[in-house]
């Protein structure tokens, strides 16, 4: 008897630890905790109570108020009374699992974290990306249930080498927190207030390429027409999506949804759910993998780092001054009304973007003054030259640079140079300061020549006074160089179209991922007519030093 | 080397010289509105006094602002007007339009008063050939995806695959521009010149000097 006491009692010991591995199943830890929960909710009076959790009201409800998108194709969308999407599925199999119905409301971006605040739904599942902004606004539910990233979409015969896009112009929506990711990768962008307006610029060829989350394109891609003339190039800038409920009183009800969220990942609920809507399942598939190893299938894996992902960080580092000049703004605001908004001295890298755009902007304003000139002299002189060959020649070039439009002009020495050169921030700048200095400094050089040539059908010219006779031409012409000369200085914002890392670049790379765009082309604007003027004030004293023969003292 | 095909042509120059016709309708939206603009400012700088000199000021500050500056102004500060991409490249370019009629509308309002009315007619030619250079200026349409044609011709070069097949084509785009434009200043010489000579026959005293070819 005493043997048999001792082999049960070494059979409980032995299946202890057994018995305690099955307890701490995320099942285990979301049964108990609602069963602990429906007690509470139907115990007298604990439907009224005021710091309730939302988990109880919910129970006590018997229905789940949840928040979702009816405008966002294949993830949740509205017709008549139907809902459907992949987000949809999620919160019909959430609220089975806490074993009551669901009720939905539809929420936009901008009213999602509102509404759980004011309670006037219980959950969010919106499309709605975790990141360290949002953290004080909601309380988001880990594991998550989807990630997007942001894709880069264009034509299916134009091919991208290594995801390299420095150059090309993407066409993005105005706040994307990816578009920071696409400035540092060197890309031009095109500004859209609409996602919507990028898949029409897209179709009518406005735009050779478009950023925006995949999520979004994934509608597009699946219909047949767009899809075979569109694809998908390269993705990145993963953004986790949470399901989010509110701040307070809500420690059960997010324990809870944490944990079905943990078995809806490891079971493979939300990937049967994607799979039904047509949406990516390549996350949900590394999610199912993570969520079913044995350190991350507990009621304590929604905590292990090693399991959950963090949310994602858009927080953009602030200027030392950037205090000051939000009490600037404010001030402003209090004193005149006008809502002026200074991102590029509030937002570092914006600082950085606005002291280089500044920098580089005089670079090429002096450098296609100097260019302007030197290609003046150099055309005026071969147009003079006795040799027809020479005369010919720069007149051919003079009529061919009249007749290109100063962008195409850009293009070509911008993708003549990109041929002998590898790519850089100076040689784009060197591209526009010659192609800005041909244009002009050609037609200022047919100037010159006429000039030289009414000169010397006028008084006549040995040989050995040509050299003479040519800055006396240099005189005569001196309205039309100094035309052309502000007209280079005028010119110099067309280089951003080739990628010149000038202002008005660097100042549509700070717009793409800030606010304050009203403010930040105004003040472009003033910068360029302040410089402009200065501009043409130095070259009418040049002017006036040509008229009275400086040149020929 | 890239094959010009027939299909390349076909499908690819219809397109270019639609896209042309869009640098045209720019063009001359921009210098109706110039036109307009301009020359109630040169009615107000040839009358004088205070208004004149807020003409001038009004005038410098249009002649300094360059035109793709204004654009990206226009399409980002002003998002709420709702104007198409054609009209904001078109409207773009009136600060320019508007500050050469002023000058040269100066320049005509000073010979109309002195009597020299042939003279006066002088300021046709310099706007015919401010026309061109709006057409030439209205590429910038390119930049905010305008359909114009740069914008036809440098989508097309993107899709070539060789710097030698992009400048083949750069060069198409090029001709194709040169032809109206050079016709064009050759349409305003011929102008200038007969005016010109009218001019003379019936006025001795020396014509004013022509205005310089506009910037751009």
């Known amino acids: ?553 | 080397m890239m094959v010009f095909t027939s299909s390349l042509f076909s499908r690819f120059l219809p397109a270019f010289l639609s896209g042309m016709s869009v640098n045209f309708e720019i063009a001359g939206i921009a210098l109706v509105l110039g036109l307009a603009f301009g020359f109630l400012l040169a009615l107000a700088r040839f009358r004088g006094g205070i208004v004149g000199s807020a003409s001038s000021l009004v005038v410098g500050l249009m002649r300094a602002a360059p035109t793709f500056v204004v654009m990206f102004f226009l399409l980002n500060a002003l998002p709420r007007v709702g104007l198409s991409g054609v009209m904001i490249v078109a409207v773009s370019l009136v600060p320019y339009a508007a500050a050469f009629v002023a000058d040269s509308g100066v320049d005509a309002l000073r010979q109309w008063h002195a009597g020299s009315h042939l003279a006066c007619l002088l300021v046709l030619p310099n706007i015919a050939r401010a026309f061109f250079v709006l057409v030439m200026s209205s590429s910038a349409g390119a930049a905010i995806g305008v359909p114009e044609g740069i914008a036809i011709l440098l989508r097309e070069a993107q899709k070539l695959p060789s710097i030698g097949d992009m400048l083949i084509l750069f060069v198409i785009g090029i001709v194709c521009f040169s032809v109206p434009l050079q016709a064009g200043f050759a349409a305003v010489r011929l102008l200038q010149r007969h005016l010109g000579r009218v001019a003379l026959r019936h006025r001795p005293e020396p014509l004013p000097e022509s205005s310089p070819l506009p910037a751009r």
């Open chain 1, 1 to 553: 008897m005493r043997r048999l006491v001792w082999i049960l009692a070494l059979c409980l010991i032995g299946a202890a630890p057994f018995s305690a591995r099955a307890d701490s199943s995320p099942d285990a830890a979301l049964a108990r905790l609602l069963d602990e929960a429906r007690a509470t909710a139907a115990a007298p009076g604990a439907c009224t109570r005021p710091d309730r959790d939302q988990l109880i009201s919910i129970l006590c409800a018997g229905h789940l108020r949840v928040g979702v998108r009816d405008d966002y194709p294949l993830f949740g969308t509205r017709s008549g009374d139907t809902w459907q999407g992949y987000e949809i599925d999620v919160a019909r199999a959430v609220a089975q699992r806490l074993g009551v119905a669901v009720d939905f409301t539809k929420v936009k971006p901008a009213t999602r974290i509102p509404m759980l605040a004011d309670n006037t739904i219980d959950l969010v599942i919106a499309t709605m990306a975790d990141n360290t902004q949002r953290e004080s606004q909601a309380r988001f539910i880990r594991p998550h249930y989807y990630q997007s990233q942001t894709v880069i979409v264009g034509p299916r015969d134009l091919s991208i080498k290594d995801d390299d896009v420095r150059g090309q112009t993407i066409c993005v929506t105005i706040g994307n927190g990816s578009n920071a990711e696409l400035v540092s990768r060197g890309a031009r962008l095109m500004l859209f207030d609409d996602s919507t307006m990028l898949t029409e610029h897209l179709a009518d060829q406005a735009c050779m390429l478009a950023a925006q989350d995949d999520t979004f394109f994934a509608y597009y891609l699946n219909n047949p027409d767009f899809g075979g003339r569109f694809t998908e190039k390269f993705g990145f800038a993963e953004a986790p999506w949470g399901m989010g409920v509110a701040l307070d009183h809500t420690d059960l009800l997010a324990r809870a949804l944490g944990l079905t969220s943990q078995i809806f990942n490891r079971d493979g609920v939300f990937l049967a759910a994607a799979k039904a809507n047509h949406v990516g399942t390549r996350f949900l598939r590394q999610q199912q993998e993570v969520w079913s190893r044995p350190e991350c299938n507990t009621d304590t894996g929604g905590t292990n780092p090693a399991c959950v992902l963090p949310p994602s960080n858009p927080d953009l580092a602030a200027t030392p001054f950037a205090n000051g000049v939000v009490e600037f703004e404010a001030m402003v605001s209090r004193l005149t009304g006008i809502e002026l908004t200074l991102p590029m001295l509030t937002i570092a890298p914006a600082w950085s973007l606005f002291l280089s755009g500044v920098v580089n902007s005089l670079l090429l304003i002096a450098g296609a003054l100097v260019a302007t000139l030197a290609f003046a002299l150099l055309f005026g002189a071969a147009m003079a030259a006795r040799p027809r060959l020479l005369r010919w020649t720069a007149r051919g070039m003079t009529i061919a640079l009249q007749s290109s439009p100063i962008l195409l002009t850009l293009v070509i020495a911008a993708s003549i140079i990109h041929v002998l050169l590898p790519y850089s921030s100076v040689l784009v700048l060197s591209a526009a300061i010659i192609a800005l200095g041909l244009t002009n400094g050609a037609n200022a050089g047919q100037a010159i020549a006429e000039a030289y040539w009414t000169l010397q059908d006028e008084r006549g010219a040995a040989p050995s006074r040509q050299f003479e006779l040519f800055l006396r031409a240099l005189s005569r012409s001196a309205t039309q160089i100094v035309a052309f000369l502000i007209n280079a200085a005028k010119g110099t914002p067309i280089a951003s179209f080739i990628g010149a890392p000038e202002l008005l670049s660097a100042l549509t790379d700070i717009t793409s991922f800030s606010s304050g765009r009203a403010t930040t082309y105004t003040l472009l604007l003033v910068f360029y007519t302040v410089v402009v003027i200065a501009v043409i004030w130095l070259c009418r004293r040049f002017q006036t030093f040509l008229e009275r023969g400086g040149v020929l003292a």
